[in-house]
């Protein structure tokens, strides 16, 4: 699947903020999507993951309740809706699709995700 984020920005603290993921390739449907991010001088962590049939999503502990990922299976989109944005969220965000088709649930780890987009910044300004 080739991968192409958008929508990063430069934000205040407490705005808001939403990605999307264009997909093309292999079918889309067929895999679970996630969203990582890296900051500078860290490394890349799992942010969110939602299912291939939309029917779960997982969420790291610091964006439960801030974040939602949704897809649209009819686009080949997968989106990030980031609310009450904070400075810790600053990072690079990459969307990406699982390596597996129809895995049955959802994966957290870097290694289980084969294709990669290139990236947006995210910016938060406190």
């Known amino acids: 699947v080739q991968l192409q984020a958008s929508g990063g920005g430069l934000v205040q603290a407490g705005g808001s903020l939403r990605l999307s993921c264009a997909a093309s390739?292999?079918?889309?449907?067929?895999?679970?999507m996630g969203w990582f991010r890296q900051a500078p001088g860290k490394e890349r962590e799992f942010v969110a993951a939602i299912s291939y049939g939309k029917h779960s999503t997982r969420y790291a502990d610091s964006v439960a309740g801030r974040f939602a990922i949704s897809r649209d299976s009819a686009k080949n989109t997968v989106s990030l809706q980031m609310n009450s944005l904070n400075s810790e969220d600053t990072a690079r965000y990459y969307c990406?699709?699982?390596?597996?088709?129809?895995?049955?649930?959802?994966?957290?780890?870097?290694?289980?995700?084969?294709?990669w987009g290139q990236g947006t910044q995210v910016t938060v300004s406190s």
């Open positions: 990406a699709a699982d390596s597996m088709r129809y895995r049955g649930h959802l994966r957290l780890a870097v290694d289980d995700y084969a294709d």
């Open positions: 390739g292999r079918t889309f449907s067929a895999y679970n």
